[in-house]
């Protein structure tokens, strides 16, 4: 059984800094895409980074662009989201997210691509 497991989310002060984890369990990620996504109140959820199965493709929204990190350890089927210089824009439950349809594949943007979600973690930022 697939499962996906998100933590490090909680209240920092806008400025500051979290890093998510999601840890993958029930069979091997190393080949497959991961992903964050997240949902603000009252808004659709958004993908915001993306990493293919080596890392050598990284994708990014905009918006967290040259604040935000995604990297993997596949021995450890993880999956990291470092968050730097946090805006209270930022403030959603963030998603992580696999891509098990293929191996190797193309890191996508849109949620249908992903089929596999964890629970989600929290991420409040205060200004």
């Known amino acids: 059984q697939v499962q996906l497991v998100e933590s490090g989310g909680g209240l920092v002060q806008a400025g500051g800094s979290l890093t998510l984890s999601c840890a993958a369990s029930?069979?091997?990620?190393?080949?497959?895409?991961m992903g964050w996504f997240r949902q603000a109140p009252g808004k659709e959820r958004e993908f915001v980074a993306g990493?293919?199965?080596?890392?050598?493709?990284?994708y990014y929204t905009d918006s967290v662009k040259g604040r935000f990190n995604i990297s993997r350890d596949n021995a450890k089927n993880t999956v990291y989201l470092q968050m730097k210089s946090l805006k209270s824009e930022d403030t959603a439950v963030y998603y992580c997210?696999?891509?098990?349809?293929?191996?190797?594949?193309?890191?996508?943007?849109?949620?249908?691509?992903?089929?596999?979600w964890g629970q989600g973690t929290q991420v409040t930022v205060s200004s």
């Open positions: 997210a696999a891509d098990l349809s293929r191996p190797r594949g193309i890191v996508g943007r849109s949620q249908r691509e992903y089929g596999y």
């Open positions: 029930g069979r091997t990620f190393s080949s497959y895409v």
């Open positions: 990493i293919n199965w080596s890392g050598g493709s990284i």
